[in-house]
């Protein structure tokens, strides 16, 4: 529907701008304090015109938190988590909108309750699961008695331990398990016509060519969706890094950021932690620029 | 080129029964249509013998092999599907190539056979382009080249031509013409558009709730239906039904008051009965004419070539084609003569065909 309504559209384009300058302003202060020295940063209040000592803070943060490292850990894990998101999601979705099999509508909504379960709410659980994959199997073992079976038939204990703390398997496999992406799939596939799927059969590809061939490249907008926003999600991750890396070899940049926030009492060098807040953003940015074009085509509308 | 023997096929969705015993043989190199209106079960019977439906009971034999329990592409056929079923993100070369790429053809071999196809199809210019730049009848022209290159056993093709506008419906029915004649191959065709049907056929089939109503060559169905269904179904504007009773000497139409002398022919006097007659085989005559039955025109369709003549018998709608230069006013009254050879009869009960009577010239009412 087009209308000329003047008045409206100003209105429209005042509340707009303003919901612009809402997003943008803290970003701009945290720019501005990047670029102040310590007695500057710290004025009240602090001046909104740019400093010069912008690219000092930068290297200081960037040493200080061991930013390089940290980065390329945080990169490690949201590639991973982006794609491991995206190729799970892919299957299961093509197991549940193509395959009739039975137990499917129960593993249907087995999916669904991971998306009233997030992380954070079962975190204690799942830390224990990460510290020892084993362990429900261990559990299993001792519950039925085949353990205390196993020692008294064979000497041998069981006592079955692999632990993914501080590992990057450990970061990423919990992230990877839930449902968001199952669901966006899913929508995707039942778009797709019937007809396609019996003339891939006619054709002669079985379900995997059929998957690869036919299915993979029609959602590409899709993935690239779920790819960027599983990348930002996974990239801002806090709780669950902080909770797992003991090990500063192991830790993201953004759990990171804490050593540059000053401690009461410490010296307040917030144009530090600014700059290194800056760096932290870029990244992400620039994913999100690069995949800006798919990343709406996915969401909206599907080209067939 | 292969024969297909179908025996008794049956398929039924949970408790709902689609199509109740099919017995059919189609032979090799034959040009079968099946016909019948949406939901008769034709579509369906098709994906049966496709493998894309799983066979409910009765067997599918092609070229003598049982192929109840193989998967399409061991059945040796290929399908024109309605919409087409292009892949979208592959080029027209991609798409007529993708069964032999999984098959395993090596790439200069497939390449040399897209080509042959897409020579015979006249799209080799297009060989690049995707589907969504291509028109509906170049869409359609892809979809057969992607069932030729396997040359198949059998092609079967499910309303292929629908999403087309007339005048390119009517081109590609020549084509497939053509191409069948060239290629020989088996072919079954499913379609809900008569005209389509009766080009097209070696054979005809009629369908209609599940069931074969009539398999014949199009003149014999137009001229013989085997039931009242075919017979309405069969030819524009439908065929004209009037129901009646069988008397002593003769059928009594229209609750009475037009009279028909027969023979009877062995029908118990009550009996009811449907007679038929096509609205190209009445000729108007002037009104009061002997033998002659008087109506009243309600509308006349113009076609250019002939007219449709929409006429009232005493409540009853009964429609003429004349290709005679006649223009009878609304309102005004024509004279209808019919002659006994072109009234079919068909059981008011069961609706088959009924040809146990020799009709005499109808008498004007009592």
Not at chain 1, 12 to 34: D, E, K, R
Not at chain 2, 232 to 243: D, R
Not at chain 2, 357 to 364: C, H, I, W, Y
Request: hydrophobic fraction near 50%.
């Amino acid at each position: 529907m087009v209308e000329r309504t003047p008045i409206l559209n100003f209105v429209t384009h005042v509340i707009l701008f303003l919901g612009f300058l809402m997003a943008v302003a803290p970003f701009v202060i945290v720019a501005i304090a990047s670029s102040h020295n310590l007695k500057d940063v710290n004025d009240v209040p602090m001046s909104l015109l740019p400093g010069s000592d912008f690219w000092v803070n930068i290297k200081t943060a960037w040493t200080t938190a061991d930013l390089g490292p940290k980065l390329l850990n945080s990169f490690i894990m949201a590639t991973g988590v982006a794609a491991g998101k995206v190729i799970i999601s892919a299957l299961t979705a093509f197991s549940i909108v193509y395959f009739r099999y039975p137990g499917r509508t129960f593993i249907f909504w087995l999916i669904f309750v991971t998306l009233m379960l997030p992380l954070e709410v079962r975190i204690v659980p799942t830390y224990a699961v990460v510290a020892n994959v084993l362990s429900p199997y261990q559990a299993i073992l001792d519950v039925t008695g085949l353990s205390w079976l196993i020692e008294k038939v064979s000497g041998v204990q069981v006592s079955l331990n692999l632990g993914l703390l501080n590992s990057y398997s450990g970061l990423i496999l919990p992230l990877i398990a839930t449902a968001t992406g199952t669901f966006l799939y899913r929508q995707f596939f039942l778009t797709v016509p019937d007809e396609l799927t019996e003339a891939a059969r006619m054709d002669g590809a079985g379900p995997i060519r059929f998957f690869i061939d036919i299915l993979l490249p029609l959602s590409r907008n899709n993935m690239a969706a779920l790819g960027t926003i599983m990348f930002l999600w996974a990239w801002n991750q806090y709780l669950w890094p902080l909770l797992i890396t003991t090990d500063q070899s192991h830790a993201t940049a953004v759990t990171e950021l804490k050593q540059l926030i000053p401690n009461v009492g410490g010296i307040p060098e917030w144009n530090i932690a600014m700059a290194g807040t800056l760096i932290v953003m870029l990244p992400p940015l620039i994913v999100v620029v690069a995949m800006q074009r798919w990343f709406v085509r996915g969401l909206i509308a599907t080209e067939k | 080129m292969a024969s297909i023997t179908i025996r008794d096929a049956k398929k039924s969705y949970a408790k709902l029964q689609v199509v109740h015993g099919v017995d059919l043989d189609i032979a090799s190199g034959e040009f079968v249509v099946i016909l019948g209106p949406s939901g008769c079960g034709k579509s369906t019977l098709l994906r049966m013998i496709a493998g894309l439906e799983e066979i409910s009971g009765g067997e599918i034999a092609i070229d003598g092999t049982v192929v109840n329990r193989l998967e399409p592409r061991e059945r040796g056929c290929a399908m024109v599907f309605q919409n087409y079923a292009l892949y979208p993100h592959m080029s027209v070369a991609q798409n007529i190539g993708y069964s032999l790429k999984v098959a395993g053809v090596p790439s200069a071999e497939r390449t040399q056979r897209i080509q042959a196809v897409a020579r015979t199809l006249e799209l080799e210019h297009l060989l690049d382009r995707k589907p969504m730049a291509l028109s509906g009848g170049q869409r359609q022209r892809v979809a057969m080249g992607r069932a030729m290159i396997r040359e198949p056993k059998v092609f079967l093709f499910d309303e292929p031509l629908s999403n087309l506008d007339a005048k390119l419906r009517v081109q590609m029915r020549s084509e497939i013409r053509k191409l069948h004649r060239r290629l020989n191959a088996t072919s079954v065709f499913v379609t809900h558009d008569q005209v389509e049907a009766m080009t097209l056929a070696d054979r005809l089939v009629v369908m209609n709730g599940g069931r074969v109503e009539q398999v014949g060559t199009p003149a014999e169905i137009y001229s013989r239906p085997a039931s009242r269904f075919v017979a309405t179904f069969v030819g524009a504007p439908a065929m004209n039904i009037l129901e009646g009773t069988v008397e002593l000497d003769g059928l009594s139409l229209l609750g009475g008051s037009r009279r028909l002398a027969m023979a009877r022919a062995g029908l118990p006097v009550g009996t009811k009965v449907a007679m038929g007659i096509r609205p190209e085989a009445v000729r108007l005559v002037a009104p009061g004419t002997a033998g002659a039955l008087n109506a009243t025109v309600d509308l006349v369709e113009e076609l250019g070539a002939g007219r449709v003549i929409y006429v009232d018998l005493d409540g009853a709608p009964f429609s003429v084609m004349t290709s005679e230069a006649v223009h009878p006013e609304p309102g005004s009254a024509v004279g209808l003569k019919i002659l006994p050879e072109d009234m079919h009869f068909f059981s008011s009960e069961t609706g088959s065909r009924l040809d146990v009577f020799k009709a005499s010239v109808p008498e004007p009412a009592l």
